[in-house]
């Protein structure tokens, strides 16, 4: 079974641009959440998508938004990038029945 | 406030040379403990979930425990390719994990 997928792996942005990431979960999962990876602050939630639906979020500002499409496949979109934007950003898919969770390979972004 | 805070921030082992690594929580309506390996420029890669107090999870060299306010893995004769960051992350729910700063552990031949 293939794993969590995202793309780009790789992007480099300037200030003000905005961006967009996409994930592909595992087969069968519905569930879809976003992180931001930073040296400074580790690993944060951004937001949780089930079934097209946000059913969580975490302390990010507006900028911040998603989705998820109907095949559960979601996009994050970051606008006016800002240099702090600089992340490694990584999906995650939720596995309900053995309550495990899937991270994808991550996407760098450098915001310069 | 919620949360998760490991130690050591880093450790240097001999290969054969069993530790553990400690991760303790405030963290609330916690439903269970994730454990997570990470590679340098990788996404984390799931070990084990732990739900209640008292439960113990193996994998290979590796064994994760908890208790109602922390959870430790054990590396028993740790290898090289043990070399990685662990981190731990409290799981409230709606797939809401809220993670430590982890622990990067160097297993020297």
């Known amino acids: 079974k293939a794993g969590v997928t995202q793309t780009p792996r790789y992007l480099i942005k300037t200030r003000g641009q905005q961006v967009t990431l996409s994930c592909s979960p595992i087969s069968g999962h519905r569930s879809v959440s976003w992180y931001q990876q930073t040296p400074g602050q580790g690993l944060q939630f951004l937001f949780e998508y089930f079934s097209e639906t946000q059913r969580n979020k975490g302390n990010f500002p507006g900028r911040f938004s998603g989705r998820q499409f109907s095949n559960s496949r979601s996009e994050m979109n970051v606008s006016t990038l800002e240099l702090g934007d600089s992340a490694l950003y990584l999906c995650?898919?939720?596995?309900?029945?053995?309550?495990?969770?899937?991270f994808g390979p991550g996407t760098r972004l450098t915001v310069t | 406030e919620d949360q998760v805070t490991q130690s050591p921030e880093a450790l240097r082992l001999q290969e054969g040379e069993s530790s553990s690594l400690n991760c303790s929580y405030t963290v609330s309506g916690l439903r269970g403990l994730f454990w997570y390996r990470q590679d340098p420029g990788k996404g984390p890669e799931f070990l084990f979930t732990?739900?209640?107090a008292g439960e113990e999870k193996e994998k290979e060299r590796l064994k994760a425990t908890l208790t109602k306010k922390e959870s430790f893995l054990h590396i028993t004769a740790p290898k090289p390719e043990d070399s990685a960051t662990y981190l731990c992350?409290?799981?409230?729910?709606?797939?809401?994990?809220?993670f430590g700063q982890g622990t990067r552990l160097t297993i020297n031949p």
């Open positions: 732990l739900y209640s």
């Open positions: 995650a898919s939720f596995n309900p029945g053995y309550q495990e969770q899937y």
């Open positions: 992350a409290g799981f409230q729910g709606a797939q809401k994990l809220v």
